[in-house]
């Protein structure tokens, strides 16, 4: 079987402007204001939850804070509810602001008293219920 390299590069050329151009005119605001207007139980959920790590990984912590936080009220049951818990908690011990971490501990410990990461949530819940 030969491999027509023409076609190949075509196609590349193709992908590539298409990022660019997806790149340069949406952001992950759009994204986040898509799932919300048109929710999807199947992918809405695992939208938000990604563009939030994103924002998170980013160190955009207000935007990842956001995405969380719509994850949590559209879909409070979901999958990736316990995971969002842990990650504003966390986000919100880097921050200092220890109310706001002890929050989603705590309710992470409440609706997840099994969850996963339930020893994490503990060790980082002590360290902060007394600030």
């Known amino acids: 079987m030969e491999i027509d390299f023409k ?3 075509i196609i590349l050329g193709i ?3 298409l990022g660019f151009y997806v790149k340069s005119h949406y952001t992950f605001k759009d994204v986040l204001a898509y799932s919300k207007s048109h929710p999807d139980p199947k992918m809405s959920p695992k939208i938000d939850y990604y563009v939030g790590v994103a924002h998170y990984m980013r160190s955009e912590y207000a935007e990842s ?10 879909y409070p049951t979901c ?3 316990p995971r969002a ?6 986000m919100y011990i ?3 602001e220890w109310e706001k971490a002890k929050v989603h ?6 609706d997840y ?3 996963p990461d339930i020893k994490i949530v503990q060790t980082k819940y002590d360290a902060v219920k007394f600030k």
């Open 65 to 74: 804070a956001e995405a969380f936080e719509q994850l949590l009220s559209d």
């Open 79 to 81: 999958q990736y509810a």
């Open 15 to 17: 992908v590539v402007g």
């Open 113 to 115: 008293p099994n969850g």
């Open 85 to 90: 818990l842990l990650k504003l908690g966390t």
């Open 94 to 96: 880097d921050r200092r």
């Open 105 to 110: 501990l705590e309710r992470y410990v409440e």
């Open 7 to 9: 076609k190949w590069f």
